[in-house]
């Protein structure tokens, strides 16, 4: 069954139980005999940590995914056992163990190829908005009570029975994402959570956001400069990955806390233009060509970015190279002229480039725009038909000259359409292998 059937199977079931018919507790629901639970290697990991006497469970999202139908991916496990307990079984089982945040009882596991990261439980000491100090703990709940959402304070056991504390699974199935408790709290631990509220809300919400969670958010907004840019970037292309993230980017946008992320303007009535877009012609989801559109206008709003979300060299580039010279770009060019930008840009830059200016063109005919921007589907980036080795066979001495006259072919051969006629080639070599010459005597 697909998983959007499960979603409306559940969300019927939800709705019985909230008016009293076919009512279901939550004990009875179970995820026992899931593929991805019943794999040897997780059956394995839980056995060794005790499992099946409770003292270990699956939590988080692999259980959220699990419950509204959606592949399950990465396994965190919530335990019990302290963390040199953990490291002890680990190791003596023949497990590699990474310790990857042992002050916060955090051991990652390397089990047959794949990681698993082991959490003891705990309740917070102290916060200051980016790091916390804790203190571990038997109790479930209060585990629990320390989360950020209840769709993320769901656990299961070794036989598939869920233990949901905090009514995480009604909020599943009615698509509602809610801070646990009280949602300035729970921000104010981490303010990285507002842009986890927006995250999840596109991606598991149905409906208008929380009220309180999203009042929250703004009143804490602020509070996202205090956090390292590499986490912010972080979170925000995670946002942008979600494939129907424009009713909540619209939202933020409106609440000014994406001007607060991006230091600058926001473009949301662009970016609403690329959604359309992208929902007619079922674009790939690409985080950056969305965040393009979004935020830069200039090239100097690319290194602004770049460097507000810690984004890579390669990264910074792109944006860079998407947001100059797009404005000169119109429906109206014959395809020569594209097929020149496709050349010099490559397909990445070329397409950013086209979508640039289609959201902001005054040609409203996507089809035009659509059979450019499919351009690399249909003609082919030819061979450049010279090389260096090529020059020095024809007599030409090997240094500096080389490169200037490849420049110069290269641009004629351009200019003339991408010519592979033999006759048309020599005579493009010649005429600019003379010029050169001429210019070479006269620096002379």
Not at 364 to 372: A, L, Q
Request: proline letters at 3%; aromatic letters at 10%.
């Amino acid at each position: 069954m697909s998983g959007s059937f499960l979603n409306h199977v559940r969300l019927i079931a939800f709705l019985l139980f909230r008016m009293g018919k076919g009512k279901k507790t939550v004990s009875e629901i179970s995820l026992r005999g899931a593929a991805w639970l019943s794999a040897p290697g997780l059956q394995h990991v839980l056995s060794l940590l005790d499992a099946r006497q409770g003292c270990t469970r699956i939590v988080g999202g692999a259980v959220r995914d699990a419950l509204s139908g959606r592949p399950v991916t990465d396994i965190d496990l919530a335990t019990s056992l302290l963390p040199h307990d953990v490291i002890e079984r680990s190791v003596f089982c023949g497990l590699k163990v990474i310790s990857t945040g042992l002050s916060h009882g955090i051991v990652t596991l390397l089990h047959e190829g794949r990681t698993y990261e082991v959490a003891t439980l705990r309740r917070d000491v102290t916060t200051d908005g980016r790091h916390a100090r804790v203190v571990f703990t038997k109790d479930w709940l209060e585990d629990a009570r320390r989360r950020d959402f209840t769709i993320n304070a769901l656990y299961v056991d070794i036989h598939g029975d869920i233990f949901d504390p905090l009514g995480g699974y009604e909020d599943i199935i009615s698509g509602y994402v809610r801070f646990i408790g009280d949602a300035a709290e729970r921000i104010c631990e981490d303010y990285l959570r507002i842009l986890r509220f927006f995250r999840f809300s596109a991606k598991y919400g149905r409906g208008a956001l929380d009220r309180s969670g999203l009042q929250a958010c703004i009143e804490a907004r602020h509070g996202i400069q205090r956090l390292s840019a590499n986490r912010v970037g972080r979170e925000l292309l995670y946002l942008l990955r979600v494939p129907v993230p424009e009713s909540v980017l619209l939202k933020i946008s409106e609440t000014d806390i994406l001007q607060g992320i991006l230091c600058g303007v926001v473009h949301s009535v662009l970016l609403r233009a690329y959604f359309s877009i992208e929902r007619m012609y079922k674009f790939e989801i690409d985080p950056f060509r969305r965040l393009l559109v979004l935020s830069c206008a200039i090239a100097g709003d690319a290194q602004r970015v770049g460097k507000r979300l810690a984004l890579s060299r390669a990264e910074s580039i792109r944006l860079a190279a998407g947001s100059e010279g797009y404005e000169r770009l119109s429906a109206l060019m014959d395809d020569s002229c594209w097929m020149k930008i496709f050349y010099r840009c490559g397909i990445e830059t070329y397409r950013d480039l086209v979508v640039m200016a289609w959201v902001r063109g005054v040609e409203k005919e996507s089809s035009h725009w659509y059979r450019i921007f499919c351009l690399p589907e249909t003609w082919q980036i030819p061979v450049f038909p010279w090389s260096g080795a090529d020059l020095v066979a024809c007599g030409i001495l090997p240094g500096p000259y080389i490169g200037h006259l490849l420049s110069r072919l290269e641009a004629m051969w351009i200019q003339e359409g991408f010519p592979d006629n033999a006759e048309h080639l020599q005579r493009i070599f010649l005429k600019t292998s003379g010029k050169m010459k001429r210019i070479s005597e006269g620096d002379n």
